[in-house]
């Protein structure tokens, strides 16, 4: 049975005039407190990473690992993150280095943003396309477009699952690295009318040692990233009571963290905007109100509330809140989130929000091809009526 999804009687002007208002009174309350709450989530980070590097020499051991990777993850999605996106320039008096202009920036790069991907290539890629052309052709993580190859391949099911958990073991280096490099030597959304190339395999060429667009994905993200956690950190341990033994456990751990990274990234981001209840958009949005709405109906969030909580899904559970507003601190997150339920509630606006869970089978399910996301055009005027195209099918209860 399906659900139709309408807006034909939502007042949209009324509907964007509120949710401004939310986010005036949001700039209102920016300050100290903002900064002194990232300032504490950085801590949490490096306490997981201390305790984890310092128990990784005992043992090869999944404890360390996890702490490590938990440290990892701290600093691109709840650090590195919002810096980039600017939610932090705002608040007067902050150091440089916690904002867009000086994070990662210069010898920072390795000391603020130790990752595979390369800092502008992720600004690039996320901060500007993935944003801005959210589930349309030109979104360079479109998941359901950037999967073709899969779900239409004739492999079994079975088989098709076990290729996207080899995925998520190493996403990071086979598709976020390669892939924004890819889109920041582009520099260009696609022109209409040409055709898409899938994210998910990077071209050949970056693989190609023979080439630049190789030796520029190597010698930028790999080579420096692996010299730095495979060889770098665990040679510090030579010196503990387990001689090199205790390196070789650090260089165990390190590579189990890795495994840990790419599978908590893969959770918290890859089901953010996919599933058969979110809406895959045909054409470009016309006008503000409609960009907010896309914002809306093609994000999802998880369970949200707590620091705790929000520091594990690396504050991506509020991912319609991040996208409506990407340059606010994680604090304004948790003030923003019930009063746009609530406010999507009052105007008949669909809200999704189940577990990570949850999302994660259905994002894996269009993955493979089981399931696929509704398809929906851009429409003209002021929205009213027939906004959001009139009427979008979907196999799913869209959650109010």
């Given at each position: 049975?399906?659900?139709?999804?309408?807006?034909?009687d939502v007042d949209v002007e009324q509907f964007t005039h509120?949710?401004?208002?939310?986010?005036?009174?949001?700039?209102?309350?920016?300050?100290?407190?903002?900064?002194?709450?990232?300032?504490?989530?950085?801590?949490?980070?490096?306490?997981?990473?201390?305790?984890?590097?310092?128990?990784?020499?005992?043992?090869?051991?999944?404890?360390?690992?996890?702490?490590?990777?938990?440290?990892?993850?701290?600093?691109?999605?709840?650090?590195?993150?919002?810096?980039?996106?600017?939610?932090?320039?705002?608040?007067?008096?902050?150091?440089?280095?916690?904002?867009?202009?000086?994070?990662?920036?210069?010898?920072?790069?390795?000391?603020?943003?130790?990752?595979?991907?390369?800092?502008?290539?992720?600004?690039?890629?996320?901060?500007?396309?993935?944003?801005?052309?959210?589930?349309?052709?030109?979104?360079?993580?479109?998941?359901?477009?950037?999967?073709?190859?899969?779900?239409?391949?004739?492999?079994?099911?079975?088989?098709?699952?076990?290729?996207?958990?080899?995925?998520?073991?190493?996403?990071?280096?086979?598709?976020?690295?390669?892939?924004?490099?890819?889109?920041?030597?582009?520099?260009?959304?696609?022109?209409?009318?040409?055709?898409?190339?899938?994210?998910?395999?990077?071209?050949?060429?970056?693989?190609?040692?023979?080439?630049?667009?190789?030796?520029?994905?190597?010698?930028?993200?790999?080579?420096?990233?692996?010299?730095?956690?495979?060889?770098?950190?665990?040679?510090?341990?030579?010196?503990?009571?387990?001689?090199?033994?205790?390196?070789?456990?650090?260089?165990?751990?390190?590579?189990?963290?890795?495994?840990?990274?790419?599978?908590?990234?893969?959770?918290?981001?890859?089901?953010?905007?996919?599933?058969?209840?979110?809406?895959?958009?045909?054409?470009?949005?016309?006008?503000?109100?409609?960009?907010?709405?896309?914002?809306?109906?093609?994000?999802?969030?998880?369970?949200?509330?707590?620091?705790?909580?929000?520091?594990?899904?690396?504050?991506?559970?509020?991912?319609?809140?991040?996208?409506?507003?990407?340059?606010?601190?994680?604090?304004?997150?948790?003030?923003?989130?019930?009063?746009?339920?609530?406010?999507?509630?009052?105007?008949?606006?669909?809200?999704?929000?189940?577990?990570?869970?949850?999302?994660?089978?259905?994002?894996?399910?269009?993955?493979?091809?089981?399931?696929?996301?509704?398809?929906?055009?851009?429409?003209?005027?002021?929205?009213?009526?027939?906004?959001?195209?009139?009427?979008?099918?979907?196999?799913?209860?869209?959650?109010?």
């Amino acid at each position: 049975m399906t659900t139709p999804f309408q807006l034909h009687d939502v007042d949209v002007e009324q509907f964007t005039h509120e949710l401004m208002a939310l986010r005036r009174a949001a700039n209102e309350r920016l300050g100290e407190k903002d900064f002194k709450h990232l300032k504490k989530i950085e801590r949490w980070g490096k306490w997981c990473t201390a305790v984890g590097y310092g128990t990784a020499w005992i043992i090869p051991n999944p404890v360390s690992a996890l702490l490590i990777s938990t440290g990892n993850v701290n600093r691109w999605a709840n650090i590195g993150h919002p810096i980039m996106h600017r939610g932090y320039d705002k608040i007067p008096g902050i150091p440089e280095r916690y904002t867009s202009k000086g994070f990662a920036k210069g010898f920072r790069r390795w000391l603020d943003w130790a990752d595979w991907i390369d800092p502008a290539a992720w600004n690039h890629e996320h901060n500007r396309l993935h944003h801005y052309n959210l589930g349309e052709a030109s979104d360079p993580d479109q998941v359901e477009l950037n999967l073709e190859w899969l779900r239409e391949t004739n492999l079994p099911m079975a088989v098709r699952y076990a290729a996207i958990g080899l995925f998520a073991l190493s996403w990071k280096p086979f598709y976020y690295a390669p892939n924004t490099l890819k889109v920041l030597g582009k520099k260009r959304t696609l022109a209409p009318g040409e055709v898409r190339q899938p994210g998910t395999l990077a071209q050949l060429k970056y693989w190609n040692p023979l080439t630049p667009e190789a030796r520029e994905l190597w010698l930028k993200c790999f080579l420096p990233y692996m010299a730095l956690r495979f060889v770098a950190i665990p040679s510090l341990f030579i010196v503990s009571p387990l001689g090199p033994i205790g390196a070789v456990n650090v260089f165990i751990n390190s590579l189990l963290a890795e495994v840990f990274t790419n599978i908590h990234s893969f959770v918290v981001i890859a089901p953010n905007h996919t599933g058969d209840d979110l809406i895959l958009f045909e054409e470009q949005a016309n006008n503000k109100s409609e960009f907010y709405l896309r914002q809306i109906t093609g994000s999802a969030n998880f369970r949200t509330g707590g620091d705790f909580n929000d520091f594990l899904h690396g504050w991506l559970n509020y991912q319609i809140e991040h996208h409506l507003w990407p340059d606010l601190p994680m604090s304004e997150y948790q003030r923003l989130q019930p009063q746009v339920k609530a406010l999507c509630a009052k105007y008949g606006i669909p809200y999704v929000q189940e577990s990570v869970w949850k999302r994660v089978k259905k994002t894996v399910d269009v993955m493979v091809g089981k399931t696929s996301m509704p398809r929906q055009g851009a429409v003209s005027g002021n929205l009213r009526p027939g906004v959001l195209a009139g009427e979008v099918t979907t196999n799913a209860k869209l959650p109010l």
